[in-house]
């Protein structure tokens, strides 16, 4: 089972974060952490590692990235290529249920 809340931050200057809150997605090997046009990982923006599978965690987003584009945040296992969890940002909160 996945849960948490996915938002993007503003820190100033032009610069994002995605903010990943009270995340808890079932661990697995080589999971990473996407902003993503659609859920099979088809065209994406890739922010890192998977810091950790449970908690509260901040991943920097690139500087010119299209938040209107790339409105799916996935995280990813590069390995076998299967998607572990997934929420779709949205345009007037800014935040989302991960699922």
């Known amino acids: 089972m996945n849960q948490g809340i996915a938002k993007v931050i503003s820190i100033g200057g032009g610069a994002n974060v995605l903010r990943l809150e009270d995340l808890v997605v079932t661990n697995g090997p080589d999971l990473y952490v996407y902003l993503s046009t659609d859920k099979s990982a088809s065209d994406f923006v890739d922010l890192g590692r998977l810091k950790a599978n449970i908690g509260n965690q901040n991943y920097p987003i690139p500087s010119g990235t299209d938040l ?18 997934s929420a779709e940002l949205k345009e007037t909160s800014g935040a989302a249920s991960l699922s």
């Open 68 to 85: 209107m584009k790339y409105d799916t945040v996935l995280i990813w296992c590069r390995a076998f290529s299967v998607l572990f969890g």
